[in-house]
């Protein structure tokens, strides 16, 4: 079972954003400062640590950067309805062009 800091880090590996991207994205969603130290330690808190480091409080705003379900984000295994656990909906991510493009 992985923490939700587990989750957060799988989530942008599989989107493929850098730390720095997702701290500057998440600073425009939550319209708060955050820097990529900050989007780090939220990466590899526990569950226990993630209400102390302020992830808890910016869930809302990182679920809805990740397009997941913020009870599966902040739940994971530990829901047991129907509902879909947190797959990436990629149609309701934001992606950029690339050079190639």
Sequence with gaps: ???IGER???LR???GWSIEECAYRIT???N?????ETWQRWERSSDQQ??????????DAIATLLAVDNVW?????????????????????????????
């Design 8 to 10: 957060v880090h799988l």
């Design 73 to 101: 984000l902040r739940d994971g295994d530990h829901i047991d309805s129907g509902e879909t656990k947190g797959e990436p909906q990629q149609a309701d991510v934001l992606t950029f062009p690339t050079l190639d493009d």
């Design 1 to 3: 079972m992985h923490s």
């Design 50 to 59: 993630a209400t102390s480091n302020g992830l808890i409080q910016h869930l």
């Design 28 to 30: 425009i969603e939550a």
């Design 32 to 36: 708060n400062h955050t820097t990529p």
């Design 13 to 15: 590996l599989d989107i």
